[in-house]
């Protein structure tokens, strides 16, 4: 069920996820398709997140975007590409490589007291090393032990890669497709912002052989939302996923079809780094026993980092 409707309004919006935005030209969503977009989320019953450019918008949009709820991804949501010195938004995500997050661990910790949430997303997923492992189980420690000492402290941080699966008792992955949806500059639908770049970019289109090879598009304003196969989006239809109880993984299906060619299979890179995420928690959660907190959703003990490894044991 669809949740989210996210409005792309500018090709130089800001990227807030895995994938970055190549485009350098200003294109901005047309008032009267902004204002359709809007329309469709209305009669949708989907909750706006508005993804705005660097530059300030005219002021007729900004009156337009204020008439209804909604949350602005750029605004609200504060996004760095790098490791700021300080954060003074409330919800925060850093978008940093990952080469960046491990040399970066401790001045990230030095951050967490500041804001409400932080979000850690990983730019570059897809060159991840299996020997970097112990380096990225190193800066998780780093960030463990703030996390631990803030606990202790009465407050409640927010880190995702750490804290989310605390409270998870079920996978909360991004969902494209199935939660959210995406509405481009050009009025047309998208799983997620990454495939719009991939079309502008002429990127071909592996997985969808009815339309030209870099049309991603899967519906528009005027003729609604046809998404093919949506089902093979859907947890139900991804053996191994569906029993893993990573539950914090983003499953994020662009870059599953970069990686596996399957927008439902995530590649052996995204397991991995979801899996020491996991692990991390599991520590954070018997340090939180230790120091007398009570503690659900036990996350057990575990000798894979790749469900896959290990598949004949499900």
Not at 43 to 57: A, D, G, T
């Amino acid at each position: 069920m669809m949740h989210y409707l996210v409005i792309l309004l500018d090709d130089t919006s800001v990227a807030y996820c895995h994938a970055d935005n190549p485009l350098e030209e200003r294109c901005l969503m047309p008032l009267d398709t902004l204002r359709k977009a809007i329309l469709y989320g209305m009669k949708e019953n989907l909750m706006i997140q508005y993804v705005v450019p660097e530059y300030k918008l005219p002021e007729e949009y900004n009156l337009l975007m204020e008439s209804i709820d909604h949350i602005t991804i750029g605004r609200d949501i504060a996004i760095y590409n790098e490791v700021p010195d300080a954060i003074t938004a409330e919800i925060a995500v850093l978008r940093l490589t990952i080469v960046e997050f491990i040399a970066r661990q401790h001045d990230i910790a030095a951050l967490l007291p500041k804001p409400k949430r932080l979000n850690i997303c990983l730019r570059d997923i897809d060159s991840f090393k299996d020997a970097q492992t112990e380096d990225y189980k190193q800066a998780l420690a780093t960030l463990n032990a703030k996390v631990l000492e803030m606990f202790k402290q009465g407050r409640q941080p927010q880190l995702n890669i750490i804290t989310d699966r605390l409270q998870l008792d079920m996978m909360h992955n991004c969902n494209a497709g199935i939660g959210n949806i995406t509405v481009a500059p050009n009025g047309k639908f998208y799983l997620c912002p990454a495939f719009y770049y991939n079309e502008r970019m002429g990127i071909n289109n592996r997985l969808n052989h009815h339309k030209p090879s870099s049309d991603y598009s899967i519906g528009d304003l005027e003729i609604g939302l046809h998404i093919p196969n949506q089902r093979l989006l859907k947890l139900d239809n991804a053996p191994l996923c569906r029993i893993c109880d990573a539950y914090q993984c983003r499953r994020c299906v662009w870059l599953n079809q970069r990686l596996t060619w399957d927008n439902n299979t995530p590649s052996h890179q995204q397991c991995v780094i979801a899996h020491l995420e996991r692990n991390a928690t599991r520590y954070l959660q018997q340090q939180l026993r230790n120091a007398g907190s009570s503690v659900t959703n036990e996350i057990k003990e575990i000798t894979y980092l790749d469900p896959f490894d290990v598949r004949e044991q499900f």
